[in-house]
């Protein structure tokens, strides 16, 4: 029996979206620097697969957000998509779909939709992308942006160990895991 219960929490573990490691401070020079975003660096909304202008868009951000933070606090859950549990697609997955706006519900394919841009130019309601473990080849974990202050990026997420939280960039952890950002709307 226990032969059969090691790897399959061991396989658990290593698949899960996100990490179990404590969050750390990086010392010294951050490996990615960050700015406040601004309109006038926003991205022509035409040019996206879901178009929404100006001011809408700032709503639909807050409501999406709104939702998102809805979810604090929900267990982590390999391929969650309630309240009773959630991966981190699924958070991101549920709370744009409660606004009718479809994501694909893996993070890697969400990573695919909208347009990336320059972490300097991370606004809320941008999506942030991280490759979780050395060996990941592909995106594994998504966050949302639910504020930009100063340098600080904070982004609500789904973490195998603590369930949904909201982090910041800044922590050295999910700075270096950062691969990119992508706005959708």
Known sequence: MKSIIIPVILTLILSACGSSRKKTIRQGRPHVTVEAGTKENAVEPAVLNHPISGDASDEMADQIIHTALTYTGVRYKFGGTSRQGLDCSGLLYLAFGEHDFQLPRISYQMAEE???????????????????????????????????????IRFIHSTSSRGVIVSSLREGYWNYAFVKATRVF
């Open 114 to 152: 909208g347009k990336s841009i320059h972490v300097n130019r991370v606004e809320k309601g941008d999506l942030l992308f991280f490759k979780t473990t050395k060996k990941a080849k592909k995106i594994n974990h998504v966050g949302l942006v639910v504020a930009v202050e100063g340098d600080e």
